[in-house]
């Protein structure tokens, strides 16, 4: 590894040495920092050791660069300096903070240690500076909680069974004292209390980790900084990182940090703002604060946090008493930074303060995580706002969080017949029903076998991740709006309510108390996360496919972004019809087979099925007479539905035995109907049995044994353009052929084609009906004589699912046996038909794009496999110069956002 060039960074006092823009090095916690007091907020001073020096720690067996001790000791001296205190002196010792903070933020998974230089020695100091002994004894305690769980346990890699870690067991011995004193609350103990309860600590915790807890400073500051440093490679990190994505060698920074304490009494706080609402994006600064409280406790639910403002109020925090109204100098203070903070950063941001007799400091900012509701509102008012431009709006939407929009919610109709059996706060939109689970193991395991879970929990935390993923939704009952439930299921955009105090949750039990009824293990409950109601069994779900005024300006704004065409695949006029609606410019996929499955599709199949087992040239055409109208009846809603839009139409291509019934009294009727018996009907049967159905008799294959099929389908859509036209409407039929490997297929149906129109044109007196002629492209051969197919196919549509199946020779069918262990063992990155394979199969489609445009500049090119609704896949069809990507019409929204976000990106 290259030579380390610095490896602390210095911030405070309206100056530092970072800025934002070094999240590598720096972390986002420390980049933030230092740009915060490059801008003159008022931050306590402190330092950061960067990531590369984390990364040295874990290429040399836990160990720094020779360097680290001098460089951290002269920068602690340049806070000593500023602060006019001495880390570890008797009479005027400084106490700093030691943060872990990586590149993208990790709630709650990296550990940090407050009051860190806090000893035997120095509490004397500490007092006689405040005056206040409570307070010293009071963040003594904490220290010992945190260091002795962070430092002396995990770090030292101690996995102590459940329930039996040092923090929960001296969270105990505080609870037993509080009781024994009647005390509500932890700020009720007395500074005898608290003194009383350091002694208990000390003693339990060389009982349980068989060591003192350290009563040197500097042993303390290195502890921390190599407990951070260490919990980069926790086990909740690292499930974390493989969620998220996060490569395992960005490595943490470590900031230390003066202390600023607002558990200094009455008029010192701490608190967490957002510099607007993140669960709905409303453009109004949001917050919740503790008086007298330190870190923390605002997240952790042990206190219920206040409002810090008129518009922070909910159900359950309406009756404190808001920051506005308790320290007003230092909330406008607050205000007007965090409105600084936005405009600097052009972003809604998540801040951190606390107030220390009546001083503000800002201890954190970083850009919020925000539900898909709030992402969309914020894109387009900032937007208007002039804070950010057209692309950058495109870019402050994920499309996850547009599929969240689109999400299932309770139906409205149903939820208004039913009471709900407890309210909560809305953490997470959306609706969800499960089946209650009561740990994150357990919602795991359940949802391993198929099972729709719900999570509930007293409050979650770090530890729950994995079950907090696997569960539809997530139900707490403790904890604000920020607390860890609430942040991680904003960040997943998922259904979660929080604080629902009502809850009386009993683990050992597996039940809950709510409502005078008691809720097992496996009983289902249903949530509408936007309300934060809870409802006792299962209530009907409906799709939020409704109008959405923010989400359709927000999609415009992407429309003007775009290169790349959105159309669907439909094949009925109920779906183009909503397509349209979701901004579907056209038809990318209409499939002709579809009119003979599901529901009203009888009689068609039959005359469908007449047609297959006809055996000679007139018995087939005369059942393709019958079927005509049915054909192109289909055919002409469509194109009407999508009056002026392209549709592509494709003609028949599944193999024919796959209409053959299997049920004997259908077999029966058709054999009537053809005048057969049932011998001669089975060995007509037989003999559309293919052993490869998949590589067999379909596709334009069957159009060449039966040119009369193809004859028919073109004729049908000729026929309801022509009448279309006559109505005063506007059509635009691209008749596709399927299933190509060679030139010659094409023209020869090229040449019915152009019969038929003629044909159509005489018969209905229309001079002209606008339509193209062209191909898909779904065989690796047609990829590669592209150069021929195009001088005679005026469009190519690839189909990537085929292209994938026979590019890869997997068959789609099949690959559920052996993808599974090609993706956990690393042999491919992902699954091939989900996501573009752009290696391989993507350069398949550049061959055939290059060489179809060298023989016909403007052949029009689009994608209609599932692909054309995946992300990734969308840019890739960006990048290789496109004119359009199909998908159906659910995915449309997403589309359209993601061909936005790669035309910005590329
Ligand atoms: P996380 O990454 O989990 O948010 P932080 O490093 O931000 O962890 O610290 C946890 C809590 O401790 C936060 O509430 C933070 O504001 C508080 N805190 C951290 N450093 C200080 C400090 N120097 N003075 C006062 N509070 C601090
Ligand atoms: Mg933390
Ligand atoms: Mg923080």
Same mark, same amino acid.
Not at 761 to 767: D, E, L
């Given at each position: ?66 360097? $680290? ?35 993208? &933020? ?68 505080? =609870? ?54 260490? &919990? ?35 008029? &010192? ?47 359950? =925090? ?168 609430? @942040? ?100 990318? $996929? ?25 055996? *000679? ?20 809603? *469509? ?9 592509v ?51 334009v ?33 691209e008749i596709m052929i399927p299933?190509v490997c060679d030139v010659k297929e094409i023209e020869f149906q090229l040449?019915?084609a ?18 193209m002629f062209g191909t898909m492209i779904e065989i690796p051969r047609a990829a590669l004589v592209a150069g021929q197919i195009a001088e005679v196919a005026e469009f190519f549509s690839y189909g990537?699912?085929? @292209? *994938? ?13 052996? $993808? ?24 398949l489609i550049k061959i055939g794009i290059e060489r179809g445009r060298k023989a016909r500049k403007n052949l029009e090119v689009g994608i ?8 990734? &896949? ?6 290789v110069g496109m004119d ?23």
């Open positions: 590894m290259a030579k380390i060039e610095k490896m602390v960074y210095f911030f405070g006092a309206g100056k530092a040495e970072g800025n934002a823009k070094m999240k590598e090095l720096l972390g986002g916690k420390g980049a933030n920092l230092a740009e915060m007091a490059s801008l003159g907020v008022p931050v306590p001073p402190g330092f950061t050791i960067t990531t590369e020096v984390c990364t040295y720690f874990y290429q040399n067996e836990r160990k720094y660069p020779a360097q $680290l001790k001098v460089d951290v000791e002269k920068a602690l001296a340049g806070v000593e300096q500023i602060m006019d205190k001495k880390f570890g002196d008797a009479a005027n010792p400084l106490l700093v903070s030691v943060r872990s903070g990586a590149r993208s &933020s990790m709630p709650g998974m990296m550990e940090t240690v407050l009051n860190v230089g806090l000893t035997e020695k120095t509490i004397p100091g500490l007092v006689a500076l405040s005056g206040d002994e409570r307070f010293v004894y009071d963040a003594y305690r904490r220290l010992m909680m945190m260091y002795s769980d962070v430092v002396m346990e995990k770090a030292a890699g101690i996995e102590p069974a459940d329930d039996m870690g040092i923090r929960k067991q001296l969270e105990r011995v505080m =609870n037993e004292l509080k009781k024994q004193k009647g005390c509500k609350s932890d700020v009720d103990l007395t500074t005898e209390d608290l003194k009383n309860l350091c002694a208990q600590f000390k003693v339990k915790i060389k009982e349980v980790l068989k060591k003192e807890f350290p009563d040197d400073p500097m042993k303390q500051l290195w502890g921390g900084i190599e407990a951070v440093f260490a &919990s980069w490679d926790g086990k909740r990190a690292i499930s974390y990182r493989k969620i998220e994505g996060i490569p395992d060698d960005w490595g943490t920074a470590v900031n230390v940090q003066t202390m600023v304490f607002g558990n200094m009494g009455q008029d &010192s706080a701490t608190g967490v703002a957002f510099t607007r609402n993140p669960g709905n994006g409303e453009n109004k600064f949001y917050g919740e604060y503790l008086v007298n409280a330190q870190g923390e406790d605002v997240v952790a639910g042990t206190r219920t946090p206040a409002p810090i403002n008129e518009s922070s109020k909910s159900e359950h =925090n309406k009756d404190e008493v808001s920051l506005e109204k308790k320290m007003p100098a230092a909330y406008k203070e607050l205000f007007a930074i965090q409105d600084k903070l936005e405009e600097h950063y052009r972003d809604m941001l998540d801040i951190e303060f606390t107030i220390e007799n009546s001083k503000l400091f800002m201890l954190q900012c970083r850009v919020g995580k925000r539900n898909g509701p709030a992402a969309v509102r914020m894109a387009v008012d900032m937007l208007k706002e002039k804070l950010i431009t057209n692309q950058m709006a495109c870019l402050r939407v994920t499309p996850a969080q547009i599929d969240e929009l689109l999400h299932p919610i309770i139906d409205p109709v149903a939820e208004r017949q039913h009471k709900a059996v407890a309210k909560g706060l809305p953490a997470g939109p959306g609706g969800a029903k499960g089946q209650i689970v009561f740990s994150a193991p357990d919602a795991v395991a359940w949802a391993k076998q198929g099972k729709k879970v719900i999570l509930v929990r007293e409050e979650t935390n770090p530890e729950d991740v994995e079950g907090m993923r696997a569960a539809q939704a997530i139900l707490t009952a403790r904890g604000g709006m920020t607390s860890h439930a609430a @942040l991680v299921a904003r960040g997943w955009g998922r259904c979660c309510i929080v604080g629902c105090g009502v809850l009386e949750v009993e683990y050992a039990k597996k039940q809950l108390h709510v409502d005078g009824k008691v809720l097992k293990e496996g009983d289902w409950i249903t949530l509408n996360g936007t309300k934060g109601l809870v409802y006792e069994g299962q209530l009907p779900m409906i799709d939020a496919s409704r109008e959405n005024k923010e989400l359709d300006d927000f999609l415009k704004i992407c429309d003007s972004v775009r290169k790349l065409g959105i159309r669907t695949n439909a094949e009925t006029p109920a779906d183009a019809a909503k397509a349209r609606q979701f901004g579907a410019e056209g038809i990318g $996929l209409f499939r002709t087979e579809h009119m003979f499955y599901g529901k009203g599709s009888d009689e068609a199949l039959f005359l469908l099925r007449k047609m297959i087992m006809s055996n *000679t040239k007139e018995e087939r055409q005369k059942a393709i007479d019958q079927l005509y109208p049915f054909v192109k009846k289909d055919i002409k809603g *469509t194109l009407e539905a999508m009056d002026n839009l392209p549709v139409i494709r003609l028949l291509d599944p193999p024919l035995h796959e209409f053959v019934p299997q049920d004997a009294q259908k077999r029966a009727g058709l054999a009537k109907e053809l005048n057969i018996n049932a011998d001669e009907f089975n060995k007509r049967a037989d003999s559309l049995h293919e052993s490869n159905p998949m590589m067999g008799h379909r596709g294959r069957l159009g060449i044994t039966y040119p009369e099929v193809s004859r028919m389908q073109i004729k049908a859509v000729f026929e309801a353009a022509a009448e279309l036209i006559k109505a005063g409407k506007n059509p635009y039929p299933v040449q019915i152009k019969e038929v129109y003629a044909e159509v044109c005489k018969k209905t007196g229309v001079k002209e009906i606008r339509h990537t699912n085929d @292209l *994938t199946q026979m590019g890869f020779g997997f068959s789609r069918d099949d690959i559920g046996g052996f $993808l599974p262990d090609y993706v956990s063992k690393g042999i491919l990155p992902g699954d091939p038909f989900q996501s573009i394979d752009q290696v391989g199969i993507g350069e209609c496999g599932e692909h054309g609704g995946d992300p990734a &896949s969308i840019e890739f069809c960006h990048k359009y990507v199909s998908c159906s019409p659910f995915r449309v929204p997403i589309a359209r956002l993601a061909a936005a976000q790669a035309a910005v990106k590329n």
